[in-house]
């Protein structure tokens, strides 16, 4: 989205006119994706190349970002294009909630389907003494052939206890920051919106703990089967998350002290915060799911 060239009337809804971000977008996005791909089958350019994506990327979200707010810091958008960005906002939270009920439902098939099938639960003809004989069908489980050797899991109520605790607290001082902005105190809205962030970076620190902890002491590791798998594959994912959400409450903070938003006008902030609260809401499940049973 670019500046508009001549003056917009407020009651119409802006269009906005050309831009070269989606460009930058989608090339950045190529290098990123080749770099990987390089990555994985081991060509010696590949770390510089997924470097220069990702850096590439950076400068995308910046200036496409940068673009938007000075848009609508200079009056550009209408309430027809508040309802726009709401609805987009809740069409990505949808993508988010499938994605997650994706790796939530790999674990339920490999964790109720697939191991007692293969340790002999339900087989009507027996075909798990062929593939796995003497195999039994406990969970966790690092598959029939022991992939990665002996492992430990990390017990719940030790760091994702804390990090439960310090999500759950996120999200209180969250909707109080939210009140406080609606109510124009934005002293409150300052502290209590500066401590949500703080929290979720203070989560990202015990998980990268924790990271470390399973791999150098407990010997869980992605390469630790279907278990180990699974276990980073959520945790890391919702991780990621975290780091991105409290990036984007850095900013909105960072805004705030701006003097951005006003009682009436504050779509960022309502779109981070929902972004929020979809995560502490992911982490629930993960901590019961994964953790705890």
């Known amino acids: 989205m670019a500046h508009a060239h001549t003056?917009?009337?407020?009651?119409?809804?802006?269009?906005?006119?050309?831009s070269k971000w989606p460009i930058v977008g989608s090339v950045s996005l190529f290098v990123t994706m080749l770099g990987v791909a390089m990555l994985l089958n081991g060509i010696n350019v590949a770390p510089w190349i997924l470097l220069l994506g990702l850096l590439a990327v950076a400068y995308m979200f910046f200036g496409w970002f940068g673009t938007v707010i000075g848009e609508s810091e200079g009056g550009l958008y209408n309430a027809g294009v508040d309802r726009s960005f709401r609805m987009g906002m809740m069409w990505f939270i949808f993508s988010e909630v499938m994605f997650f009920a994706a790796f939530f439902g790999a674990l339920f098939y490999a964790r109720q389907l697939s191991v007692p099938w293969l340790g002999g639960e339900g087989s009507k003809f027996l075909t798990n003494l062929f593939l796995w004989q003497g195999y039994e069908g406990s969970w966790p489980t690092n598959g029939p052939a022991a992939v990665g050797g002996g492992f430990e899991t990390i017990p719940a109520f030790g760091i994702p206890a804390i990090n439960t605790a310090i999500l759950l607290s996120s999200g209180v001082t969250l909707t109080i920051a939210h009140h406080a902005?609606?109510?124009?105190?934005?002293?409150?809205?300052?502290?209590?919106?500066?401590?949500?962030?703080?929290?979720?970076?203070?989560?990202?620190g015990l998980q990268a703990e924790e990271y470390i902890h399973a791999y150098k002491e407990l010997n869980l590791t992605?390469?630790?089967?279907?278990?180990?798998?699974?276990?980073?594959?959520?945790?890391?994912?919702?991780?990621?998350?975290v780091t991105v959400g409290a990036i984007m409450l850095l900013v909105i903070w960072l805004r705030v002290m701006k003097g951005h938003f006003t009682p009436q006008h504050h779509f960022a902030f309502?779109?981070?915060?929902?972004?929020?609260?979809?995560?502490?809401?992911?982490?629930?499940?993960?901590?019961?799911?994964?953790y705890w049973l």
């Open 7 to 18: 003056a917009h009337d407020a009651g119409k809804y802006y269009i906005p006119h050309g």
């Open 181 to 204: 902005l609606k109510a124009g105190n934005r002293g409150i809205l300052k502290v209590f919106l500066g401590l949500t962030f703080l929290l979720g970076f203070v989560f990202v």
């Open 222 to 241: 992605l390469g630790s089967g279907v278990y180990g798998s699974t276990f980073f594959m959520l945790t890391g994912f919702h991780g990621m998350h």
């Open 270 to 290: 309502e779109a981070v915060a929902w972004y929020w609260h979809f995560v502490d809401v992911v982490w629930l499940g993960l901590f019961i799911f994964v």
